[in-house]
Each structure stands twice: as structure tokens, then as C-alpha cells.
């Protein structure tokens, strides 16, 4: 019964959109049933790939669990679920920065 009514209270990741901007710049946006209590933390890794890493405490992700473009400078977008929240990995072609909006 605890852990039902713990489930129950997470927020949700109920879309995620991608969308090539100009200059080579990427929009990624993360739709959630409820606005965020916190900023989500994230960092960047270049090895052995090119990746953002976020970390949504305390939300769920949706059933689909991997978005793979067709083209374009991300190479997949990948919900990972764990106890205490979710993880969004974004795998890149390549070395980026990225800045994180509310």
C-alpha cells in the first residue's frame, strides 16, 4: 500500500519533443504533468561518447523508454527509471554544450 500511494505522487514525463534548430542547435523538450519542484541536475560526458545526462527526482517515464531520431545531431534519447526517479540520456554525434530551461 505505501509504495502505491508513493507511485501515485511522482510526477510524470508525458512527452518528449526534438527539433533541429538553425545553426546546428537542438531543442529537446521534456513535457512533465506537473511542473518540476527542483531544477533538474545534469552534466555532459565526451567518453567514450557525447552525451547530457539529466536527472528528474522523483519521476516517472513514460512506457516508451527511447526516441531515435532519423537524422540530425542526437542519436537517441533514452528514459531510464530508477527508485528514486528517472534519467534522460541524450547520445550525441558529437561534442556539445547545452543549457537547461524551465
Known amino acids: 500500500m505505501l509504495e502505491l500511494a ?7 514525463v508525458q ?18 504533468a506537473q511542473p518540476l519542484a527542483q531544477r533538474p541536475s545534469g552534466y555532459r560526458t565526451f567518453h567514450p561518447a557525447a552525451r547530457v545526462v539529466l536527472e528528474l527526482p522523483e519521476t516517472s517515464a513514460p512506457h516508451k523508454r527511447t ?26 554525434t558529437g561534442p556539445a554544450t547545452y543549457e537547461l530551461a524551465m
Do not use: K, M, Q
Open 6 to 12: 508513493l507511485a501515485l505522487s511522482l510526477n510524470a
Open 67 to 92: 526516441i531515435e531520431p532519423e537524422r540530425g545531431f542526437v542519436r537517441s534519447i533514452r528514459l531510464l527509471g530508477h527508485a528514486s526517479g528517472t534519467r534522460v540520456v541524450i547520445d550525441l
Open 15 to 32: 512527452n518528449i519533443d526534438y527539433a533541429a534548430l538553425h545553426a546546428g542547435e537542438v531543442l529537446v523538450r521534456i513535457e512533465f
